[in-house]
């Protein structure tokens, strides 16, 4: 090699450190690295653990679940957890729509960016009425908050039970709109085979 | 017979009264209940709001953290217990969350005046830190540039082969 192609060569690096140097600088103005930014909603079952979810629920039994939001959105959100109830056959969100449902109980989150947050979910039927093929749940207890239903589900031959769904809704406010916004794909739920 | 007809009058008035105004005592509850979660609920909003826009500004706001917390969950308890009919219940969650809020609202509208320049300063401590960075780079780019130029002439000297003048 010359000392031509050193000199070249040590030029090619001091560039490059120099880039290096400027680059939180050139980030303030032409911003190139973006980070991902999301919310989490996640269901665990009563061992904090993505098992043991409740699944064959009789009455006058209390069941547990323990609901978490994690905002990795790159800054404070303030987020509102819709709990709702229904059968095979009523309004379920979609991904871009929430279930059009009223909720049942809800919990409201302030987190900083990288806050997680978890509350513990109990729940009891505490009132159900099996006739024929069907089975309505008419009282149901979510933490210690009694919540009276109508809701009917009929006898599902294929999976062999009556089946609900206990499901959650994230919801975040949006400050320019000034108000609570569905959150794109935020539901998570679990299914529920009634015995009465 | 007089009366008689006045004393029907007064009672039929009365009556009147109550049935008309009966519906009102028993229906407000439920509207004061609303009313309250309708203002808690404008105002947690608006601390939310104030707090981002410190947040924007660069003032920390953990301190908000666990009070905004507390709001938004009395918050949600005023609205389960307005959905079940508990409406006492439902005000007085709202009344406290309302509290709340509006305590977090007024210090992070003035956190977020005092830091608003906050943005400026920490974008001239990033221009004025490449600067220094390049500055660096080139100073300690020259400084090797011109040792390993004299490293490299020196080890050529060295290895050139030496003309000898021979005499015949």
């Avoid at chain 1, 000392?3 to 120099?18: A, E, Q, W």
Wanted: hydrophobic share 45%.
């Amino acid at each position: 090699m010359s000392i031509k192609d050193f000199r070249n060569l040590f030029v090619v690096c001091s560039l490059v450190l120099s880039f290096f140097a400027i680059s939180p600088t050139l980030n303030l103005f032409f911003p190139f690295y973006i980070e991902e930014s999301f919310s989490e909603l996640s269901v665990l079952g009563s061992n904090h653990m993505a098992k043991d979810y409740p699944f064959n629920v009789v009455l006058n039994r209390e069941e547990r679940l323990f609901v978490s939001v994690s905002n990795h959105m790159g800054e404070s959100a303030y987020y509102r957890v819709c709990v709702k109830f229904r059968n095979q056959t009523r309004s379920f969100p979609s991904d871009k729509e929430p279930s059009s449902l009223a909720p049942l109980y809800e919990f409201r989150v302030f987190l900083l960016d990288g806050g997680d947050w978890e509350r513990e979910v109990k729940f009891n039927f505490l009132e159900a009425l099996h006739s024929g093929d069907t089975v309505q749940v008419k009282k149901l207890m979510i933490n210690n908050v009694i919540f009276e239903l109508d809701s009917v589900s009929a006898w599902d031959s294929e999976y062999d039970g009556f089946y609900f769904q206990l499901f959650f809704e994230l919801w975040s406010y949006d400050a320019k709109l000034h108000s609570f916004n569905y959150y794109e794909r935020g539901f998570v739920g679990v299914w529920l085979n009634m015995t009465v | 017979m007089k009366l008689w007809f006045k004393l029907l009058m007064v009672s039929g008035f009365l009556f009147l009264l109550l049935a008309v105004f009966n519906p009102c005592v028993a229906a407000s509850s439920e509207d004061v209940a609303a009313l309250v979660l309708n203002e808690a609920e404008e105002t947690l909003a608006s601390a939310f709001e104030a707090v981002k826009e410190a947040e924007a500004n660069g003032a920390g706001i953990s301190g908000f953290s666990e009070l905004l917390k507390d709001a938004t969950q009395l918050l949600a308890q005023a609205h389960t217990s307005f959905r079940v009919g508990d409406f006492d219940k439902a005000e007085k969650f709202a009344n406290l969350a309302f509290e709340i809020g509006n305590e977090v609202k007024s210090t992070a509208l003035s956190l977020g005046e005092i830091k608003s320049d906050l943005p400026t300063n920490e974008m001239w401590d990033t221009v004025i830190g490449s600067v220094f960075a390049v500055f660096v780079v080139v100073i300690v780019s020259l400084l090797s540039w011109s040792f390993f130029r004299r490293l490299y002439y020196r080890r050529k000297s060295v290895m050139k082969p030496e003309v000898a003048s021979v005499e015949y």
